[in-house]
């Protein structure tokens, strides 16, 4: 694990908040559509930089790794009794799982001015990170893996896309979504790991609005550097 730098939620002042939206409870596919639209008006310039809050409803998503679909292990008839659908997708990675009492997050950032896809994703691993770090959890990085770890437990997931230097997909972070949900697919196709959620690792229900709260913070303190806002 890495050492923690300092939070910008000790020092709000330091983190001038971008635009942020939160749609509350999507279906996969419609929010789909939705970001879409984002991603056109930020090309367009009809919108700012802006951070996509949103909680879906149970569904796998499959994204473009080779066999990624190999990797989903429940059939169609337990996948229909459980309420899940499944989704392809554009986003990078293998297959995942996105569902109630996990903060999606969707990034619609120009990064024109800066054309570093490798940058970006540490520095949204990064305000993931920081936002954990206030729960006293020490999580990090884990070498040749994508996400945010504890130890071998993946408790964040991370996907994203590149339309014309504008991003658009983002992070899935479990706070206190049905575990039991991954048992349907090879999260990721990592077969040395498991996921991990903030309810699992610290005993307690923890808020979801809270945990928001503090991720807008540490996001915008990272990427108001990012040509914000227009």
């Given amino acids: 694990m890495e050492r923690q730098k300092l939070s910008y939620y000790e020092n709000p002042e330091a983190a001038k908040k971008g635009n942020t939206v939160d749609w509350g409870r999507t279906r996969y596919k419609e929010a789909y559509d939705r970001q879409i639209q984002f991603v056109d008006d930020r090309i367009s310039g009809a919108i700012p930089n802006t951070l996509i809050f949103n909680e879906h409803d149970p569904v796998y998503t499959i994204g ?28 990078g990675g293998d297959i995942t799982y996105h569902g109630p009492g996990q903060s999606v997050g969707y990034p619609i950032i120009d990064l024109s001015e800066k054309k570093d896809l490798h940058a970006y994703l540490r520095d949204l691993e990064e305000a993931l990170i920081r936002t954990l770090y ?13 996400g945010i770890w504890l130890g ?7 996907g994203i896309a590149v339309r014309q230097w504008v991003t658009y997909h983002g992070f899935a972070l479990n706070v206190c979504p049905d575990l039991s949900h991954f048992q349907g697919i090879v999260p990721c196709g990592i077969t040395d790991g498991s996921v991990t959620s903030l309810q699992h690792e610290l005993g307690y229900y923890p808020e979801l609005q809270t945990v928001k709260d503090l991720l807008e913070v540490e996001f915008w303190g990272i990427f108001t550097n990012y040509a914000f806002p227009c």
């Fill in 152 to 158: 071998r437990r993946k408790i964040a997931a991370i």
């Fill in 134 to 146: 206030h729960y006293g959890l020490e999580c990090g990085r884990r070498e040749g893996m994508t």
């Fill in 64 to 91: 473009r790794r080779k066999d990624a679909e190999q990797h989903l292990v429940w059939e169609k008839k337990l996948l229909e009794s459980r309420g899940i659908e499944v989704e392809e997708t554009n986003r």
